[in-house]
C-alpha cells in the first residue's frame, strides 16, 4: 500500500526523500506533482506527445532538459553507412528531428550522429543521469538510471506531452521494497544472472507497483555498469522504480563521463549525495534478502525473465509451482517454447546468438563476450550478431580490437540501435528459431513470431555461439 505521508521528523527511505524533493505541490494524499530534472525520448514513443503539445499551442519551456534518440526502428546493419533505408522508418527519424527542431530541442542524437545509441546507454554515457535526479523516458526500462541514486521510471504518451509542456508529471505514488543481497557472488557469474535469480525467487508480480531499493555487501560490490543490469531488469518484477543509493563509484561514473561537469558541479554532487540514502529506522512495505553465495549462470525457459533455472538445471514441472497462475503460466510457456518439464538446459541446441540491449551492450560486456570468444568460432548452423550499445562504445571496442574478435570468431559486427531486442525493424528472428540472448525480456513473439528466446548473460551468450547450445561457460574456457 502506498505510504502515507512523512514529516520532516520521521525517517524516511531513498525514495522518500527524492519524491519530497522534487515535489511541486501535493494533489491528494497518494499523488504529487512531480518536477523532473530530464526526460529522453525515441523516435518511436513520443511523436504523439510532440503532436499535443503543437496542436494546444503550446511551447517546450525547459528545452535543454530533454534529450532525443533515434534508437527502436533504426537498421543496425554495419554495411550500410545511411543506416535507414526504408520510407517509414526514414519518416520516423525525421519526424523526430523536425520536433527538436521546432521546439529548440538541441540534443538530437539521429541516424548520422556519432553520438548515437540505445537511449539507456547513451543517457548514461553523457553523464546526463546525476544522483538525486528524477529521470523520466517512454519506455519500461528507464528504471536502469537508479543504478546511479535517481528515481527513474518509463511513461507513457500522454504523460511524455505533459511533461515537455510543464517539466512536471502527475505522479501516483509507489509503495516501497528493500531488497538486500549478502553474501559473496561466486566467480564467473554476473549482475544478468544475479537479477535473472532474484525474479526467479519473487515472480514476475514480486514487486508489483513498488519502487525497489537494492542495498548489501554484493551490491555495493558491483561496478556501476553491472548496477545498471540489475536495475533494468527490475521492472520484469512489476516495479515502478529501483534505486541504489550513490556512493564514491557513482560519483566517480558522472565525473568521467560528464566532460562539461565543473570541480564545482562534481563538489556540489557529492554533497548533496550525503543526503541520499535510507534512513536507518526507515520502514518498507515488503522486504527480501537474497544470499547470492551459491549463485550459478542462470538461463530462462520460458516466456517471462522469471521463468529461468541455473544451466545445470532442467525445465521444472508445472506442477511443482504452488501458485496456480505460475502453474497455469508455466504449462504455456513450455507448449511455446517447446521444452518439455524435465529438459536440461545445459545441451539444449540453438541457431541464433544475439548480444546486445539496453541491458547487456556496454563496454564491459562486449569485453565479457570476447574473453571467450578469443581465438574460438561460432559453431556452424548458428548465426550470431553483437550490436554495440552506442556509437560511442563501438568505436571505444573498435579501439581496443574487440571487434575483431567478434568478426575472427564469426560474429556479425553491427551498429547500435535496439535491434533484435523487439524486432522492430529488420532484425527478426524466423519461426522456430531458438536464441540465446542478452536482451532483457523473452515474451512469446519477442524476436519474431514463433521464435524462441533464452535470456543469459554476455559470457553464456558468446559460448552459446561457440558449442551451438546452451553450455556454462565456465566449462567451456576450462575444456570440459
Avoid at 220 to 243: H, I, P, Q, W, Y
Avoid at 368 to 397: C, D, F, I, K, N
Amino acid at each position: 500500500m502506498t505510504q502515507p505521508p512523512l514529516s520532516a521528523a520521521q525517517p524516511k527511505t531513498l525514495y522518500a526523500k527524492l519524491v519530497d524533493s522534487h515535489t511541486v505541490s501535493r494533489i491528494d494524499d497518494s499523488t504529487v506533482l512531480l518536477y523532473c530534472d530530464i526526460h529522453f525520448a525515441n523516435e518511436y514513443t513520443s511523436p504523439q506527445a510532440f503532436s499535443g503539445v503543437r496542436e494546444r499551442g503550446l511551447s517546450v519551456p525547459v528545452p535543454d532538459a530533454h534529450l532525443c534518440v533515434v534508437d527502436h526502428i533504426i537498421p543496425t546493419h554495419d554495411e550500410n553507412p545511411r543506416r535507414i533505408y526504408d520510407a517509414d522508418s526514414l519518416r520516423q527519424a525525421l519526424n523526430l528531428k523536425k520536433n527538436c527542431e521546432d521546439f529548440g530541442i538541441e540534443a538530437f542524437y539521429g541516424p548520422e550522429s556519432p553520438y548515437q545509441g540505445v537511449e539507456h546507454v547513451v543517457m548514461e554515457e553523457q553523464g546526463l543521469v546525476r544522483p538525486g535526479m528524477v529521470v523520466i523516458c517512454g519506455d519500461s526500462h528507464t528504471t536502469t538510471h537508479g543504478a546511479l541514486g535517481a528515481l527513474a521510471f518509463g511513461i507513457g504518451t500522454s504523460e511524455i506531452e505533459h511533461i515537455l509542456a510543464t517539466q512536471t508529471l502527475v505522479y501516483r505514488l509507489a509503495s516501497t521494497m528493500r531488497i538486500r543481497i549478502t553474501g559473496v557472488m561466486p566467480g564467473g557469474v554476473s549482475a544478468k544472472d544475479l537479477v535473472l535469480e532474484i525474479l526467479r525467487r519473487i515472480s514476475a508480480r514480486g514487486a508489483l507497483g513498488a519502487v525497489v531499493e537494492y542495498c548489501g555487501p554484493v551490491v555495493d560490490a558491483l561496478s556501476v555498469e553491472e548496477r545498471m543490469v540489475l536495475c533494468n531488469l527490475t521492472v520484469e518484477a512489476g516495479a515502478r522504480g529501483a534505486l541504489i543509493a550513490p556512493d564514491e563509484k557513482s560519483y566517480k561514473w558522472v565525473e568521467d563521463h560528464a566532460l562539461t561537469l565543473s570541480d564545482d558541479e562534481a563538489r556540489a554532487m557529492r554533497e548533496y549525495g550525503r543526503g541520499l540514502f535510507s534512513d536507518p529506522d526507515a520502514v518498507f512495505d515488503r522486504e527480501f534478502e537474497i544470499d547470492a553465495g551459491g549463485l550459478e549462470p542462470m538461463v530462462t525457459w520460458g516466456t517471462s525473465p522469471d521463468q529461468c533455472v541455473p544451466v545445470s538445471a532442467v525445465v521444472p514441472d508445472p506442477d511443482s509451482f504452488a501458485d496456480p497462475i505460475a502453474r497455469q503460466a508455466a504449462a504455456r510457456a513450455q507448449k511455446y517454447q517447446d521444452l518439455p518439464a524435465g529438459t536440461p538446459m545445459q545441451g539444449l541446441a540453438i541457431q541464433h546468438v544475439f548480444i546486445g540491449s539496453c541491458t547487456n551492450a556496454r563496454l564491459c560486456d562486449l569485453q565479457q563476450a570476447a574473453e571467450v570468444l578469443r581465438g574460438r568460432r561460432v559453431a556452424p548452423g548458428v548465426r550470431a550478431q553483437v550490436m554495440p550499445g552506442s556509437m560511442t562504445v563501438r568505436r571505444h571496442a573498435e579501439a581496443m580490437g574487440l571487434d575483431k574478435i567478434f568478426k575472427e570468431a564469426g560474429f556479425e559486427w553491427r551498429m547500435s540501435g535496439c535491434s533484435l531486442c523487439l524486432a522492430m525493424n529488420d532484425d527478426i528472428l524466423e519461426p522456430g528459431v531458438r536464441c540465446a540472448s542478452t536482451t532483457n525480456r523473452n515474451f512469446e513473439g519477442r524476436q519474431g513470431r514463433g521464435s524462441h528466446t533464452h535470456l543469459v548473460s554476455p559470457r553464456m551468450a558468446a559460448a552459446a555461439a561457440v558449442a551451438g547450445c546452451i553450455t556454462d561457460w565456465r566449462k567451456l574456457v576450462k575444456g570440459e
